[in-house]
């Protein structure tokens, strides 16, 4: 008896083996596509934290910051607002990303969504990236921990929302029109208030450099 045939001449079997063979090629080239695109992503990642951190060596040149915010930087129009390169729809956190002025030299962090790249050497070869949860008032076991700050006047928080120690100063300082240099300073013009934050942090292993 023979198999019946279709229009193009293959029989049933042959087909359907067609079939199996070309769906197993298509999701084998799906994912050596988005392996590559993921990669590139973080690139993108990695490349953007380098331009953050160049910028902010220009921003700080006769200002001897300790401490410069990308936030800063967008305000003063010498760096435009990033676009996280995980989501073309949302930006990198302005008020956590930042270039810091250490001894040992300048350490980049930049936080888009929840990826983060933190306190890495400008000239580091290979930038680890984190994947984080958000900050929360929340004790989270084994998590990472930070202190941050807002100010109470007239029953009402001046900031609207708690952050760290030299951001908290200087935009307490342009609201005020004051320069701020430490907590103790701040304590004259208004309530001080502090909390401790945590949220997880965990390192991303399996990424192609």
Known sequence: MKK????N????????????????LTAILFVVILKNSNKE??????????IVGMNAVNYNMGE??????????IEDDLISPI???????TLCDAYES?????????????KCGSYL????????????????????????????TKKA??????????????????????????????VYKSLEEVKNDCTLQEKILYRNKKEIKKISY
């Open 4 to 7: 019946k045939k279709n229009e």
């Open 9 to 24: 001449g293959f029989g049933t079997h042959e087909f359907l083996t067609v079939v199996v063979v070309c769906l197993i």
């Open 41 to 50: 992503t973080f690139q993108v990642f990695r490349y953007n934290a380098k």
């Open 64 to 73: 001897e910051k300790k401490v410069v915010y990308l936030v800063d930087m």
């Open 83 to 89: 676009k996280n390169p995980f989501s073309g729809e």
């Open 98 to 110: 930042k270039v810091e002025f250490a001894e040992d030299g300048k350490l980049v962090t930049l």
């Open 117 to 144: 790249i933190d306190r890495q050497k400008l000239t580091d070869d290979k930038i680890p990236v984190y994947e984080v949860s958000e900050w929360t008032p929340d004790k989270i076991k084994d998590g990472e």
């Open 149 to 178: 700050y807002n100010c109470i006047k007239d029953n009402k928080n001046i900031l609207n929302d708690y952050y760290e120690e030299p951001l908290f100063l200087s935009m307490l300082g342009k609201q005020n029109g004051k």
